[in-house]
């Protein structure tokens, strides 16, 4: 292979940005990393920033590679990236072709950028995208300010360049089909697939004894209705005081969640609400396995990683009646309105009985899932890729 002749070309613009930030991985980023760990051996990388659009060739790139397979904290991975920068200047600056070859984008990233239709153009690219969700068009008063405007150049970038579309969901096409359909557009040739899931294993591999713990995980935003469990956990501990089953939240502070976050720190929850911030994966597991269940009342969500975490676990989910969980739960999860105040309070109630029949119902439903894992998602990629 010379080095203009890795067959794909494989876009590592968010796995540089978030080792820059040093953020810890969401489920958008180990998307990602897994595409990384299968694509890159065959690939040429891809970058794109404000400052330019960059196709590298293949030392140059494999480089890049290996130093985002080291395991090397914020600061000692910005010192060899500029290091890596400085040395492969020339290669930044000169550009590359695409001969017509796949361009694989799974990261959102750089789809806002102007720009960048006329670079895919002129590079003579393929691009294939997947889309996460489009919750900041379809549902904003839930996002950062200005992200609507920033998301919709995104999605009809992707509708304007891709040469196919990946879903993370079915439910996450339709939406597409639906939005693209308003504003006179149409989606390319496209595949829901989804991720791989991440198995949450306990150090040892001994399960805690059961606990009257129920869980949310996940960043704390608005979307997310935090709201709508304290409202619950108000009504449980106002009837029953510590005796209360306890409300563990799992995640770092976000965005649109004032009201929550006031709430919060106002307490008034006694020891029945319990906010931990974000956690390792081992902790996270010690956590769910001792669990009544994992709650997830979210209002929206483009595929919701959590659910099949948990249920992959042997925990059982009570969540919202959302199209999404209906397709990725697989029948198992107890699913409720996200405002049925009365029918989340039944629900927790119920499961905080040990051996109760909801409870017993869901987990002989468990045994049936069959979690997503990142062999069979490559397996319909590559099968699907081979078809463009």
Request: with cysteine; glycine share 8%.
């Amino acid at each position: 292979m010379d080095d203009n002749g890795a067959p794909l070309l494989l876009d590592a613009s968010r796995l540089v940005w978030r080792r820059w930030a040093g953020v810890r991985p969401t489920g958008i980023d180990r998307t990602c990393l897994a595409w990384h760990d299968h694509y890159a051996a065959r690939a040429q990388a891809v970058l794109v920033h404000r400052r330019g659009r960059h196709i590298l060739p293949m030392r140059a790139s494999q480089a890049l590679f290996r130093l985002l397979e080291a395991d090397a904290p914020r600061d000692q991975f910005r010192r060899r990236f500029v290091s890596w920068a400085t040395r492969n200047l020339v290669n930044l600056m000169r550009p590359q072709p695409g001969r017509g070859r796949l361009w694989l984008n799974v990261g959102h990233t750089g789809l806002n950028l102007p720009g960048l239709a006329e670079w895919v153009r002129a590079a003579e690219l393929r691009p294939v995208l997947m889309l996460h969700d489009i919750i900041p068009i379809t549902h904003p008063q839930y996002c950062r300010d200005g992200e609507k405007p920033r998301h919709e150049v995104r999605v009809k970038t992707l509708l304007e360049i891709a040469h196919a579309v990946l879903g993370n969901s079915q439910d996450t096409l339709e939406i597409l089909r639906n939005y693209s359909a308003g504003i006179s557009m149409t989606v390319p040739k496209s595949l829901p697939v989804w991720p791989g899931t991440r198995l949450l294993i306990m150090p040892g591999g001994t399960r805690p004894t059961p606990s009257n713990d129920f869980v949310i995980l996940g960043t704390i935003e608005g979307r997310k209705n935090h709201m709508l469990l304290l409202d619950v956990w108000e009504k449980l501990v106002t009837a029953h005081g510590e005796a209360a089953p306890r409300l563990v939240i799992i995640g770092r502070r976000g965005w649109a969640c004032d009201d929550v976050l006031a709430r919060l720190n106002a307490g008034g929850f006694g020891s029945r609400v319990v906010e931990t911030g974000a956690l390792a994966d081992d902790e996270i597991a010690r956590h769910l396995a001792s669990a009544c269940a994992l709650l997830f009342p979210s209002f929206a969500e483009g595929y919701g990683s959590p659910l099949v975490e948990a249920i992959a676990a042997d925990v059982p989910v009570i969540a919202s009646d959302l199209d999404v969980f209906r397709e990725i739960g697989q029948g198992v999860p107890d699913l409720l309105l996200p405002d049925d105040l009365e029918g989340w309070t039944s629900a927790i109630m119920a499961y905080a009985v040990p051996e109760s029949p909801a409870r017993a119902a869901q987990m002989a439903r468990l045994a049936q899932f069959r979690a997503p894992d990142w062999p069979g998602h490559f397996a319909k990629v590559d099968a699907f890729l081979a078809t463009l």
